[in-house]
């Protein structure tokens, strides 16, 4: 039977106590609780014990036990703690904790659905915080944040243990950087001997990759380092198949379309190129490359592709470049069933010295390869610095064989074909293509074209057809006896010298100056001018050689001045008015003693009149001038 205490005193019991009413411990450090206690529900405990079979409250030697509803009287029951009346620390019968909430979802729970709760661990410290472990929920989101806090700077550190040895594994300095594998990061992210995989499979074992798949699997493309020969390339693959689009190998060549270095792609064997570009099985021209400029505007910002050389010897250098230096080479291939062989080739190289800063001369050069031989040997055309270009296969650096651009300057020869009998022997001029004026005029050598003659037999043009000219008449150069001025279509005499005079007296014949001229004989009279200056063997800079070419022009003039073209045969309008076809012109002395003409029929003619005409009247010209056959008396 159980004892009863009923009112209030002191008592000890040695069975079960039965409570009817109130109990209250005044001296709860004396309680020695050795059995069992049991409260009904709605008892709090901290002030009373209802003894009943929903909770008890236990120490069985080993463990403090507190059975809360232990027979599931009440259903869903909890365990909890409150602080000030407000819930602190919740067990459900899911053995879910939680922290700060009456309903925890998981097997522990920190926060009460706002932002305010985390999980801390704490140094305790005064002044700033010194918290060893923090999380916590930003105050403004939803986001969580960890951190580590102290007075000084702070780092986070991970560490794991292997084979019963802790290690550092992670860190996260002050300044925010991430180090694997260091204690220092130098960067952001900063890992040292390690390595990073993104893999849709576990097949590769010797290298990283980095690959990039959708929902469905398959592969949109990926990066690896291949390290499994303990050197390393780098590949790039594409599309669905994951196939290899470029890759760059351990020695820094960079590969598309190809994943071996092709040897020997130049002058037999002795190149393996830094870049590779093939295809394989197409028949169009999918191995392009292309540079396109969007600058937006008008004018400069064009693509530029740059070959680019120095005497240094590392990257970065400088060292000034020289004479006949090569600047590079545009190389055309083609396959033999062994090896790639060289057809064609375009190269740049410095065409002079390189005197000052921003001085480059530079030349082109395009080479073919002949029938039979394996690569070009001499260029077969040359573009000087001068604008000169050299063409045939016969390269010399005094611009041979040249062709230049326009120069107003008269006497420039702008194209000049040259011949020669072998290599090395002598050359000459065959024909040179002359600047001439706005006009069209003749230069200072008369003509637009010049061809030479043949020493052997004298022939300059032999022509299987007809030669046609847009002059009527056909002339030669002859010298003037004075200094005086002989107008287009003017009757003048020839001396007894054989010179031009305007003189009756002096002429022993008379001839009529040409007006268009499509022949013209006698025409070496610019020799006596000297020698015209830009002549292959001309030495001269080129500001001393714009003032000579000045120079002889002016004196080029004054040699002109002793000498005209006088009609020898043709159609010609001559200085005579009021005449009628069939006529002839007679010439006459003026009162001056000049010359002049009169037109007269063939009846009225002497013989000694007939003999001095300069010709018969065919036409009469808008003008009124008597058009004639020429003829020399």
């Not at 602080?83 to 522990?108: K, S």
């Not at 194209?415 to 065959?430: E, F, H, K, V, W």
């Not at 706005?438 to 043949?454: D, E, I, L, M, W």
């Not at 057809?465 to 002859?478: I, K, L, P, R, S």
């Amino acid at each position: 039977m159980a004892s009863v205490i009923r009112g209030s005193g002191e008592s000890t019991l040695g069975g079960a106590l039965d409570v009817q009413g109130v109990l209250t411990y005044e001296d709860v450090t004396s309680v020695d609780a050795v059995g069992i206690i049991t409260a009904q529900a709605g008892v709090d405990i901290s002030n009373t014990i209802v003894p009943n079979n929903d909770s008890t409250i236990r120490y069985d030697d080993t463990d403090f036990v507190i059975n809360v509803d232990p027979n599931n009287v009440r259903g869903s029951s909890k365990f909890k703690i409150n602080v000030d009346t407000v819930n602190a620390v919740t067990i459900d019968d899911n053995r879910r904790i939680g922290i700060g909430t009456n309903n925890p979802d998981e097997l522990l729970e920190v926060g009460n659905g706002t932002a305010v709760g985390g999980l801390k661990v704490s140094g305790q410290s005064t002044g700033i915080t010194d918290e060893g472990l923090t999380f916590d929920w930003v105050s403004s989101g939803s986001a969580a944040r960890f951190f580590s806090e102290s007075a000084g700077d702070s780092i986070i550190q991970f560490y794991t243990t292997s084979s019963g040895t802790r290690g550092e594994r992670l860190r996260i300095t002050s300044d925010g950087k991430i180090g694997i594998g260091t204690d220092n990061p130098q960067a952001q992210f900063d890992m040292l001997h390690g390595a990073i995989r993104l893999s849709r499979t576990a097949s590769y074992t010797s290298h990283v990759e980095f690959g990039i798949t959708h929902a469905g699997a398959s592969d949109y493309g990926s990066l690896y380092f291949d390290n499994s020969n303990a050197t390393g390339d780098y590949v790039f693959r594409t599309t669905s198949s994951n196939s290899e689009k470029l890759r760059i190998t351990s020695d820094g060549r960079v590969l598309l379309g190809i994943q071996t270095p092709r040897a020997g792609v130049f002058n037999t064997n002795l190149i393996t190129p830094f870049f590779q570009m093939e295809s394989a099985g197409q028949v169009d021209h999918n191995r392009m490359m292309t540079l396109v400029s969007n600058p937006g505007s008008t004018g400069g910002y064009e693509p530029v592709f740059i070959f680019g050389k120095s005497r240094g010897t590392s990257a970065g250098d400088f060292g000034a470049v020289g004479n006949n230096d090569g600047l590079g080479i545009i190389s055309f291939q083609g396959a033999d069933g062994a090896e790639l062989v060289e057809a064609a080739r375009i190269s740049a190289a410095v065409d002079g010295a390189v005197n000052t800063a921003n001085d480059m001369p530079g030349r082109l050069d395009f080479w073919v390869t002949k029938d039979g031989a394996s690569a070009p040997v001499n260029p077969t055309m040359r573009i000087h610095n001068t604008g000169y270009m050299n063409v045939g296969g016969y390269i010399d650096s005094n611009d041979i064989n040249r062709l230049n651009g326009i120069n107003s300057l008269q006497g420039t020869h702008i194209a000049t074909i040259s011949g020669y009998q072998s290599t090395g022997g002598s050359t000459q001029d065959t024909m040179l293509f002359n600047a001439v004026n706005a006009s069209g005029s003749a230069n200072a050598s008369g003509c637009a074209v010049k061809v030479y003659r043949n020493d052997t037999t004298l022939r300059s043009i032999n022509a299987a057809g007809t030669v046609n000219t847009g002059g009527n008449d056909y002339a030669e150069y002859m010298v003037k006896a004075g200094d005086f001025t002989i107008a287009k279509g003017d009757i003048c005499g020839v001396n007894a010298q054989g010179k031009l005079t305007n003189v009756f007296a002096d002429a022993v014949t008379f001839v009529v100056k040409s007006t268009d001229p499509s022949y013209v004989g006698g025409d070496t009279w610019d020799t006596a001018a000297g020698e015209e200056p830009g002549g292959y063997d001309d030495t001269r800079t080129g500001e001393e050689l714009e003032a000579a070419k000045v120079a002889y022009q002016e004196q080029l003039e004054i040699v002109r001045q002793t000498v005209d073209r006088i009609a020898f045969s043709g159609q010609t309008p001559v200085n005579v008015t009021g005449s009628t076809p069939g006529q002839h012109i007679i010439p006459t002395a003026n009162s001056d003693g000049s010359i002049s003409g009169t037109a007269k029929s063939e009846g009225d003619l002497t013989l000694a009149e007939y003999m001095s005409s300069v010709g018969k009247v065919i036409a009469i010209e808008e003008d009124g001038r008597a058009k004639i056959i020429v003829k020399v008396s």
